[in-house]
């Protein structure tokens, strides 16, 4: 080995890990030491609507393309909340909406405790 392979060699043996980012096996965890992207947060959707013949304003949240949505009366506080739909999917909520404008105050309560 020539006198500037040596002091090279002996330079890297002199340099910490820390110096030294671009090698493979010294990334954290056993990585490959490149950065992987995330994966993009699910878009969360809420809405509300007040019914024409009950009086009643109903309030629905859920993920599009998942069977998490979910509906509920909206009576002021968030502990009194009366459930009407839980874990279905968007267009079941939805034809329910579609359903509950019709009906009276008393239906939509008494559905709701169902």
Same mark, same amino acid.
């Given at each position: 080995? +020539?006198?500037? %392979?040596?002091?090279? %060699? &002996?330079? #890297?043996?002199?340099?910490?890990?820390?110096? $030294?980012?671009?090698?493979?096996? $010294? %990334?954290?965890?056993?990585? &490959?030491?490149?950065?992987?992207?995330? #994966?993009?947060?699910? %878009?969360?959707?809420?809405? #509300?609507? #007040?019914?024409?013949? +009950?009086?009643?304003? =109903?309030?629905?949240?859920? &993920?599009?393309?998942?069977?998490?949505?979910?509906?509920? =009366?909206?009576?002021?506080?968030?502990?009194?909340?009366? =459930?009407? $739909?839980?874990?279905?999917?968007?267009?079941?909520?939805?034809?329910?909406?579609?359903? $509950?404008?019709?009906?009276?105050?008393?239906?939509?309560?008494?559905?709701?405790?169902?």
């Amino acid at each position: 080995m +020539s006198f500037a %392979a040596n002091a090279l %060699a &002996t330079h #890297r043996e002199a340099l910490p890990d820390a110096a $030294l980012p671009w090698r493979d096996d $010294l %990334a954290p965890l056993g990585g &490959t030491g490149h950065m992987e992207a995330g #994966r993009k947060p699910l %878009a969360k959707v809420e809405g #509300r609507r #007040r019914l024409r013949a +009950s009086g009643l304003t =109903i309030a629905w949240r859920g &993920t599009p393309s998942l069977d998490d949505w979910a509906a509920y =009366i909206v009576n002021g506080t968030k502990s009194k909340r009366s =459930i009407l $739909l839980d874990d279905v999917s968007e267009r079941k909520l939805k034809l329910m909406l579609t359903r $509950l404008q019709t009906m009276s105050k008393k239906e939509v309560e008494k559905l709701a405790k169902a």
